[in-house]
């Protein structure tokens, strides 16, 4: 049974940066694809907005327009671990940040990176908010 735990959120100014890490155990780190996902406050009706996954396959990245040049996702084997560096934060990131694994035919993600049923495990989330 996999599992995925996020950490590194916090408030921040304007401008600011955060590097959020999430952990994943019990899928292979050799052949799974990440991701970041995102809900803000005020949408809690709306399905969560993916932003970056990495597919550690083949290291391929990819990212919402909304983040693109701001974020950067890498991750590290060794320690089964993904990061979300964040610069250039604006209130408009503010949100529940959740990680996501996807273990089941990873390397497709390159056609749907951002499919939340897709991924088959979930963390409880990391709030960042960002004040103007």
């Known amino acids: 049974q996999g599992q995925v735990t996020e950490s590194g959120g916090g408030l921040v100014e304007t401008g600011g940066s955060l590097r959020l890490s999430c952990t994943a155990s019990g899928v292979d780190f050799d052949d799974v694809a990440m991701g970041w996902f995102r809900q803000a406050p005020a949408s809690p009706g709306l399905s969560r907005e993916g932003i970056a996954t990495i597919y550690t396959g083949d290291s391929s990245t990819y990212y919402d327009d909304s983040v693109k040049g701001r974020f950067t996702i890498t991750y590290d084997n060794a320690k089964n671990t993904v990061y979300l560096q964040m610069n250039n934060l604006k209130p408009t990131d503010s949100a529940m940040y959740y990680c996501?694994?996807?273990?089941?035919?990873?390397?497709?993600?390159?056609?749907?990176?951002?499919?939340?049923?897709?991924?088959?495990?979930w963390g409880q989330g990391t709030q960042v908010a960002v004040s103007s």
């Open positions: 996501a694994a996807m273990k089941n035919d990873a390397g497709l993600c390159r056609f749907y990176p951002f499919r939340v049923n897709s991924y088959e495990y």
